[in-house]
């Protein structure tokens, strides 16, 4: 048999240890894992040594704005900010302009993710004030609903009791997960003042959200995902009610890295919702992730905003920051530091986000699966926003060191990515809506 391509002899997670093996891609979907020699014969390969072959990161969780807020970020931008972060697939949030509550704006945007996409990008909808009105017809085009309880994407609505119990029945009925933001209203709206700003967006605030969301969630059996959980106190809930798959949560490498202190008061550069927390929190979380498994996987929350938007101070400044191309350096270094193990990077970056969502031929790199993979290798550096393909290019982890850089990015079996440049047009690579397999 002759293969598409081999990836050869690169280093290869096997049962959680480094080894020497070569990947075969044919047809879009990996053929098979190889010893050195027993690779068959095949069209194209790529000389892997020193390079690390793992699956790429699915981010199920990334604000690609477009439509209306182009100027932030356009399909094409935050794709290619994807692939150069060794991203291959990534999920887009509904709080886009116009939000995603009907199915000619979620049309309009898959079109568009279709034409300008370099990777695999799977779409949310947010839930309509009148649930009646929802389009049971977006459903085969989405892999989850979503909710901001704190923000509704309609502004009429009201995350009362109930209205989550009917949010929370719709997904039953829809056969998908319900994400959450874990966060409730406040009555007033501006805060005054930094401390107003944080404490309207306590950790209390999320666990009393998250614990609203998990009555309703057992009263309807329903899957519940709940997004950046920032604290150590949500982590503990989460951990109590953990019922494996039915419950799920995900966190931020920013909630994991960084802490409040870290920043001047005023600054608007790493203001983002949830705020960032203690040094205590980022412990607890990494503990969630790794020891616990009241967390499942790491997500970026990529939300960019314009450079005016972020120099602002810290109460006008936007909320959000971009994430794309700065996980897989800084999870890796995690691993390279050896305070991350390879199975666990394996399973919080690729495998659990790909079972969230019923994924079921992604995340993990053996025979069957769709080739997403990213080529990476050990080199120290530093991050720089000014070299991110997103247009958002002012981040909370400015200078900070990492050991490891994503060299290669194949989507679906085409190289999308290499060595800093492009190697496809956009639309060519990756698939517009992903689907639930
Ligand atoms: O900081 C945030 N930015 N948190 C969110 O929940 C929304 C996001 C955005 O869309 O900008
Ligand atoms: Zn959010
Ligand atoms: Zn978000």
Wanted: hydrophobic share 40%; glycine share 6%; charged share 25%.
């Amino acid at each position: 048999m002759t293969v598409d391509m081999v990836l050869k002899d690169g280093i290869f997670i096997e049962n959680g240890r480094e080894t020497v093996r070569s990947v075969a891609i044919e047809a879009s979907k990996i053929e098979g894992v190889y010893r050195h020699g027993e690779e068959p014969q095949y069209l194209d390969s790529i000389d892997c040594r020193g390079l690390y072959i793992l699956p790429g990161l699915i981010d199920i969780h990334v604000h690609l704005r477009d439509l209306k807020e182009s100027d932030k970020e356009d399909y094409e931008t935050g794709t290619m900010a994807a692939a150069a972060g060794g991203v291959t697939t990534v999920v887009d949030m509904p709080n886009s302009n116009p939000p995603v509550l009907d199915k000619r704006t979620l049309d309009d945007k898959i079109s568009r993710a279709h034409e300008l996409s370099y990777v695999n990008v799977g779409f949310y909808a947010g839930i309509p004030h009148n649930i009646d009105d929802f389009d049971v017809q977006m459903i085969r085009n989405i892999l989850g609903l979503k909710v901001y309880p704190h923000s509704p994407l309609d502004k009429r609505t009201n995350y009362t009791r109930d209205r989550i119990r009917e949010c929370t029945k719709l997904a039953v009925a829809s056969g998908i997960p319900l994400l959450f933001h874990p966060d409730i209203a406040t009555q007033k709206k501006e805060p005054e003042n930094i401390e107003e700003f944080l404490l309207a967006h306590s950790c209390e605030n999320e666990v009393k959200s998250v614990q609203s969301f998990i009555d309703a969630k057992i009263e309807y059996e329903a899957r519940l995902h709940v997004c950046h959980v920032s604290c150590a106190a949500t982590a503990r809930l989460i951990h109590k009610n953990r019922a494996e798959d039915t419950l799920t949560a995900e966190v931020t490498p920013h909630h994991l890295f960084l802490s409040g202190g870290d920043f001047p008061h005023d600054d608007g550069v790493a203001k983002m919702l949830p705020p960032l927390r203690s040094p205590y929190d980022n412990k607890m979380l990494m503990e969630a992730l790794c020891k616990t498994w009241a967390i499942d996987c790491v997500a970026s929350d990529h939300a960019p905003h314009e450079k005016w938007e972020k120099a602002a101070p810290f109460l006008k400044a936007a909320s959000g920051i971009p994430g794309l191309e700065t996980t897989l350096p800084l999870m890796l270094t995690e691993v390279f530091e050896k305070r991350l193990t390879w199975i666990d990077y394996l399973r919080v970056c690729s495998s659990a986000p790909a079972r969230i969502l019923g994924l079921e031929t992604k995340g993990i790199l053996s025979k069957g699966y769709d080739a997403d993979i990213v080529l990476a290798r050990i080199q120290e550096g530093t991050i720089r926003g000014s070299n991110f393909f997103s247009k958002a290019k002012i981040t909370p982890f400015e200078g900070r060191r990492v050991l490891a850089r994503p060299i290669t990015t194949i989507v679906g079996g085409v190289v999308v990515f290499d060595n800093g440049e492009f190697f496809t047009g956009p639309g060519i690579a990756g698939r517009v809506p992903v689907q639930k397999s």
